[in-house]
C-alpha cells in the first residue's frame, strides 16, 4: 500500500510539474476568488511560494517528489512519508477546485488543459485518501 502510494504521488508530481512548465510558458497565474491576480512576471518571480494557475507551490512539488522516491524505493517505506503525501494532496484537493483554469476546463475541454487539471485533481484526491489512511490497518 504505501508502495502504491509513493507512485500515485510519483505520477502526480509529474502532473504538477507539466502544469508548473505551461503555466510559466503561457503566463497563467492563479486566478482564485478573493485574491488579486498577480501578474505574469511575479508569478513567475513567485512560483515557489505561491504556485501557479495549474501547479501547487514549488516547494511542495519538491517536498512530493522527496515523499513519493522514499515511499518507492526505500527498503522500508516510511509512513510519515505516506501521510506527508496525505496531507500534501487534502491541500491540492481543495486548491485544484478554487482556480478559474480548473472550472474552466471542465467547462470546455480542452486536449492539453483537462488532462492537467482534472488528472492532477483525482490523483491528488486518491493521493489524499491513501496517503492519510496509510499505517492505520484499514
Do not use: C
Not at 503525501?85 to 481543495?94: F, K, P, T
Not at 485544484?96 to 480542452?110: C, Q
Amino acid at each position: 500500500m504505501l508502495r502504491l502510494v509513493g507512485a500515485i504521488g510519483l505520477v502526480q508530481l509529474v502532473l504538477g510539474v507539466l502544469g508548473l512548465r505551461k503555466a510559466l510558458r503561457e503566463g497563467l497565474a492563479g486566478d482564485v476568488p478573493a485574491y488579486p491576480v498577480r501578474p505574469v512576471d511575479e508569478m513567475r518571480s513567485r512560483h515557489w511560494l505561491e504556485g501557479t494557475s495549474l501547479s501547487a507551490p514549488t516547494v511542495m512539488l519538491v517536498v512530493q517528489g522527496v515523499a513519493s522516491t522514499s515511499l518507492l524505493l526505500a527498503p522500508r517505506p516510511p509512513v510519515l512519508a505516506a501521510r506527508v503525501l496525505g496531507v500534501l494532496g487534502a491541500i491540492m484537493s481543495i486548491g485544484y477546485p478554487i482556480e478559474r483554469v480548473w472550472r474552466d476546463s471542465l467547462v470546455a475541454p480542452d486536449r492539453t488543459l483537462t488532462p492537467l487539471t482534472l488528472g492532477g485533481f483525482l490523483l491528488a484526491l486518491k493521493m489524499a485518501i491513501l496517503g492519510w489512511s496509510a499505517g492505520s490497518g484499514r
